[in-house]
């Protein structure tokens, strides 16, 4: 639960950095730093914060700023959020992470959104605890911090005193939640219309990660057999029809392809089936209970289910999430859909 006193501000602290993007800190800005006189609610005070106070740091663009306050300030607050990192590969300033440790010692709200969740882990907050961050850098995240469980699929990670996010907008997202967790879905539903996007997002980043289906290599034995799989994704695929393409028997076939791709020939179809389903559910040209057929799913329960289990959201969700509430696509010189702000 966060911390809070009776009628006082709730203090949200954010750490600013040379050569970071403007657009993580300006949406931890929006949502925390401005006023919110008509919702009547003791709203946040909001604290831009710097390793070194009034030095003029560079952001992205040529903008310049100057925090104003330094690391005592950033840890001394009820919610301490860092929005990223210069450097995932790089280590952070000790004093950095002192403030870190310091701030979660003392109770504090700890936040990360995008690729912050590597200062976090550097200080050793989320050693045996589940956390999130962009999907680009969920591997690296898994591998520099072996004790972090990375969970790549989800938009923000709510672990209580300690929260993470995915990429950049997603921040938004996880900082509405915090807002709904400390003065209810109303007040957070408020907040959203004015910021004109949804209160609560469907699904989670696995939606957006770039999984291309990539055509192997044509001299190796299971890759021919991926290959065919490939063009021939609409029909029924067994076992026997890949280990066939390989030359292979199946049960030789089904233990040489878990070596090479690390999972299940039938698994791996699977996945495959439901990336070709993204582009035609986004161009919104097949009803969404044809899709399924395009791809090899017998039926729509099914592909509704894989689909649901493998994207974190259900396949009219994603297309609404990708073309708007009409399910289709916008055309150039159509009028948009027009969705009212209350």
Avoid at 61 to 71: H, V
Avoid at 135 to 142: E, S
Avoid at 179 to 198: E, Q, S
Wanted: glycine share 8%; with cysteine; charged share 20%.
């Amino acid at each position: 639960m966060p911390i809070r006193v009776a009628g006082a501000r709730h203090v949200v602290s954010v750490l600013a950095f040379d050569g970071m993007s403007p657009f993580e800190l300006g949406s931890v800005a929006e949502i925390f730093g401005l006023p919110r006189p008509e919702l009547d609610v003791p709203w946040y005070e909001l604290r831009v914060c710097a390793q070194e106070p009034g030095r003029p740091l560079r952001s992205l663009g040529g903008l310049s700023l100057t925090a104003e306050y330094g690391l005592d300030a950033f840890a001394a607050a009820d919610t301490v959020m860092v929005v990223a990192v210069p450097d995932v590969r790089g280590d952070l300033p000790p004093a950095v992470l002192d403030a870190l440790r310091a701030a979660h010692r003392r109770g504090a709200r700890v936040v990360s959104i995008c690729s912050g969740a590597f200062a976090l882990a550097a200080a050793g907050l989320l050693d045996g605890r589940t956390a999130t961050t962009h999907w680009r850098y969920a591997d690296l995240l898994r591998r520099r911090y072996p004790r972090v469980e990375v969970d790549p699929d989800v938009l923000y990670v709510d672990d209580g005193d300690i929260a993470t996010s995915a990429g950049s907008a997603a921040g938004l997202d996880l900082c509405l939640h915090l807002v709904r967790k400390d003065h209810g879905a109303k007040v957070a539903a408020t907040v959203a219309r004015r910021l004109v996007i949804p209160p609560h997002r469907d699904g989670g980043q696995a939606q957006f990660i770039e999984a291309a289906i990539a055509e192997p290599p044509d001299d190796d034995a299971i890759a021919r057999s991926m290959s065919w799989a490939l063009e021939h994704l609409a029909e029924p695929i067994a076992v026997a029809d890949l280990a066939r393409q390989a030359h292979m028997a199946p049960r030789t076939f089904i233990r040489h392809f878990r070596r090479h791709t690390g999972t299940s020939p039938l698994r791996w179809v699977i996945v495959q089936r439901i990336m070709a389903s993204l582009p035609l559910l986004e161009s919104g040209v097949l009803p969404v209970e044809h899709v399924g057929a395009a791809v090899g799913f017998p039926s729509p329960a099914t592909f509704r289910h894989h689909f649901t289990r493998i994207m974190k959201t259900t396949p009219s969700a994603y297309r609404r999430a990708m073309c708007g509430e009409g399910g289709s696509p916008h055309s150039a010189g159509s009028s948009p859909p027009r969705v009212p702000l209350a």
